[in-house]
RNA sequence: CGGGGAGUGGCGCAGCUUGGUAGCGCGCGUCGUUUGGGACGAUGAGGUCGCAGGUUCGAAUCCUGUCUCCCCGACCA
């Protein structure tokens, strides 16, 4: 992409009703775009970053076999009042009338609408398990929407729901989610930590959030500095500075970001809706359920949470979510376009900063826009033929051959 | 939904107390000089001051209502 033919508009100030890191820096540096509070449009490099994230979901989601659907926004009000939830969720429900006074919602969730296509489809335990999810806009109508792209009203969601004969082949799901979230949030960079929380009114047995430490997270977690014990606020039953119940370390205290959670929903949808199925004794049963939610949204914020450096102005995004692989600089004015085309041709993802400004400008806009490598031609660089090449989450930066760059690209992969 | 703050060119702000029909910086257009860290000169375009009503000869400025945004709280993937 060249840069004076794109959407992108960095401005040099901060808006003034951004009200966290992350906002501040997604519509200074134009990912996105505030439409009205908790209302976001990706713009084309926020949208950029969003389809990688939501590809490394999809991938991770195919590879334990989730099969990918895709539900309706627009739900009957008859659905909800199934589970009683009309009632219980009328808060946050975007609930409203058609022109022929249908009451209808935007969906916040999926569980009632997906249990009522299985309990179409599925009638024997021989049809069991199946998993299936989806990548959707979901709407809620927060009392207070903040934090950027953190807590919005309408906002991204991956969500998977399996549904099993028994609560064992469910536990030994939970299990398999779990270890494809982790691969999902490692390829993201993003630590997180596995925390119990509660698991509902079923049931003593915990729920798992998937949690980022970072100063803008809503929520309080409680972990093991040494194991990898952790607990939501809500249910913890350890204090800061306490000893850890599982190892002999101690316990501290951080806010964290939910990015994820897994949740064995057991029967409660089925039993209220009706979805059974009938097993090998010819014994009619509830389908046995699990819900499994990752912010996609989210996780674009707090991406910018953890790896934007306000003082300097610097972002620096996780090589497989970044907008671009590679910044390009001339201020030469000769070489720019054949190594442009270079790159390109080697499908690097490359934008070429070709604007009529000056120096200072690009390189606050590398630092600003986040790609993990810059590489910048000069007068200096061009009397050895060589080019600047800086892995941006370094300081220094080396000189190589201009012929040879395609080449340190796919070493520097390995 | 309760308490607080704020709405003025695309962005960030000043003006409002002490009414006299709008100003600065950035950005944008044109011309020229610049180019290793947000360059400089010249010139130009662009707002009727969130919206509605009221007071007044006259309202960005005073009064009332209303909408929106932000903060604190309740709530929350």
């Keep these: 992409m060249r840069y004076s033919k794109s959407f992108i508009k960095t401005q040099k100030e901060t808006p003034s009703d951004s009200d966290s890191i992350n906002a501040s820096y997604l519509e200074r540096a134009s990912f996105v775009e505030k439409q009205m509070a908790g209302v976001y449009a990706l713009l084309p490099l926020g949208f950029k970053v969003y389809q990688k994230i939501e590809n490394i979901i999809r991938e991770e989601m195919n590879t334990i076999d989730s099969q990918e659907i895709l539900m309706n926004v627009l739900s009957p009000k008859e659905l909800w009042e199934e589970t009683g939830r009309w009632q219980e969720m009328k808060d946050i429900l975007y609930a409203f009338k058609d022109a022929r006074d249908k009451e209808l919602a935007l969906s916040p969730t999926h569980e009632e609408q997906l249990t009522s296509i299985v309990r179409h489809k599925i009638h024997s335990y021989k049809d069991l398990p199946q998993y299936l999810y989806q990548i959707q806009t979901k709407f809620r109508n927060e009392p207070r929407a903040k934090s950027g792209l953190l807590r919005g009203r309408e906002f991204l969601m991956k969500d998977l729901y399996s549904f099993h004969q028994d609560e064992e082949d469910l536990n030994q799901f939970y299990e398999i989610v779990k270890k494809a979230y982790l691969k999902i949030f490692a390829r993201l960079e993003m630590p997180v930590k596995i925390v119990e929380a509660s698991g509902g009114p079923f049931g003593k047995e915990y729920s798992h959030e998937f949690q980022v430490l970072a100063p803008a997270g809503e929520d309080t977690v409680f972990y093991c500095t040494k194991c990898d014990f952790a607990q939501n606020k809500e249910?913890?039953?350890?204090?800061?500075?306490?000893?850890?119940?599982?190892?002999?370390?101690?316990?501290?205290?951080?806010?964290?970001?939910?990015?994820?959670?897994?949740?064995?929903?057991?029967?409660?949808?089925?039993?209220?809706?009706?979805?059974?199925?009938?097993?090998?004794?010819?014994?009619?049963?509830?389908?046995?359920?699990?819900?499994?939610?990752?912010?996609?949204?989210?996780?674009?914020?707090?991406?910018?949470?953890?790896?934007?450096?306000?003082?300097?102005?610097?972002?620096v995004w996780p090589k497989e979510v970044a907008p671009f692989d590679v910044y390009l600089i001339d201020l030469e004015g000769s070489q720019g376009e054949k190594v442009y085309d270079g790159l390109v041709k080697a499908g690097i993802g490359v934008?070429?900063?070709?604007?009529?400004?000056?120096?200072?400008?690009?390189?606050?806009?590398?630092?600003?826009?986040?790609?993990?490598?810059?590489?910048?031609?000069?007068?200096?660089?061009?009397?050895?033929?060589?080019?600047?090449?800086?892995?941006?989450?370094?300081?220094?930066?080396?000189?190589?051959?201009?012929?040879?760059?395609?080449?340190?690209?796919?070493?520097?992969?390995?």
């Design 235 to 315: 249910i913890a039953k350890v204090e800061e500075g306490d000893n850890c119940p599982k190892c002999d370390g101690k316990i501290a205290k951080d806010n964290g970001i939910e990015v994820g959670n897994i949740f064995k929903l057991k029967t409660k949808y089925s039993k209220s809706m009706g979805a059974v199925f009938v097993d090998e004794n010819g014994q009619e049963k509830d389908i046995v359920m699990g819900s499994y939610g990752i912010g996609i949204t989210r996780c674009l914020a707090s991406l910018v949470e953890m790896f934007f450096d306000v003082s300097k102005n610097k972002m």
């Design 351 to 414: 934008l070429f900063d070709d604007r009529e400004v000056s120096a200072g400008v690009k390189f606050s806009d590398a630092d600003l826009l986040g790609a993990p490598y810059r590489l910048v031609l000069s007068a200096k660089t061009l009397e050895d033929k060589k080019i600047e090449f800086k892995k941006r989450d370094q300081e220094e930066s080396n000189l190589v051959d201009i012929d040879k760059i395609i080449d340190i690209f796919d070493n520097d992969e390995k």
